[in-house]
Nanobody, 124 residues
Framework: QVLLVESGGGLVQAGNSLRLSCTAS????????MAWFRQVPEKEREFVAA?????????PYADSVKGRFTISRDNGKNTVYLQMNSLKPEDTAVYYC????????????????WGQGTQVTVSS
């Protein structure tokens, strides 16, 4: 059974950094497109970043996080990371790890596998 487990969320002040981790069981992340989404109350889940399946995969980002966030993979640990720098209060959300078998997408409906989410709160 596929299981994605996020960790690393917490409470930080604006301008500081966090690194989120997503460790996968039941799938090999190097063979899947892995992505991070985030969601706040009363709003739709929104795309944050992805690393496209395959070696040398591209890493698209939402405009709101370009230059601040970096997605990466550690294939040996079967883990995907989201390094978040220069955090802003508007980054506050529950962050979710997601996977899809192939291809590039920033639509959540195309992702079959989801983690439980980890809360990120950024104070002013």
């Amino acid at each position: 059974q596929v299981l994605l487990v996020e960790s690393g969320g917490g409470l930080v002040q604006a301008g500081n950094s966090l690194r989120l981790s997503c460790t996968a069981s039941g799938l090999t992340i190097s063979s899947y497109t892995m992505a991070w989404f985030r969601q706040v109350p009363e709003k739709e889940r929104e795309f944050v970043a992805a690393v496209i399946a395959g070696s040398g995969g591209s890493t698209p980002y939402a405009d709101s996080v370009k230059g601040r966030f970096t997605i990466s993979r550690d294939n040996g640990k079967n883990t995907v990371y989201l390094q978040m720098n220069s955090l802003k209060p508007e980054d506050t959300a529950v962050y979710y790890c997601a996977g899809k078998r192939i291809g590039s997408s920033y639509a959540s409906v195309h992702y079959a596998y989801w983690g439980q989410g980890t809360q990120v709160t950024v104070s002013s």
